[in-house]
């Protein structure tokens, strides 16, 4: 898989899946749910690598960072995802600049955590001022 960037979906396999149906130009969270569900469950991933978690966590980041709506268990899922990334010393030294990747990481489950933590209320004025 080759990797371009630090964050979770700069990379091949993440922009592959993207790529099936089209919805970079257009996310929606009906499609980013779909994509989820049928293209990045461990079972579809080669087994001996570790990339459903980073699969998983790279398409859910990439649909916060495009304003999709991402349903909350899956968020939890991302975030534990990140987490158990973070915590992977081998996984991080594999990584041309672990540092970077590091910090990548822990700004995207800051993203996560934002979004996790609103209020009902709180998530109706961001959709309403366009946010999300």
Known sequence: ????????YD???????????????DP?????EWLLTNYCAPS???????????LYL?????GLQHNVIVARKR??????????????????KNWRRPKARKQSLQSEID???KWLNLTP??????????SI
């Open 11 to 25: 990379n091949d396999a993440c922009h592959d899946i993207l790529d099936k149906l089209n919805c970079k130009d």
């Open 121 to 130: 209320k709180e998530f109706r004025v961001q959709k309403a001022v366009g």
């Open 75 to 92: 968020l939890q899922h991302a975030l534990k995802c990140a987490r158990n990334l973070i915590d992977d010393q081998e996984y991080l």
């Open 58 to 62: 790279g398409v859910v980041v990439w």
């Open 44 to 54: 579809k991933v080669t087994p001996h690598y570790d990339i459903p978690k980073e």
């Open 28 to 32: 929606d969270a009906e499609m980013l």
């Open 1 to 8: 898989m080759g990797y371009w960037g630090v964050q979770s």
């Open 111 to 113: 993203q996560i955590q």
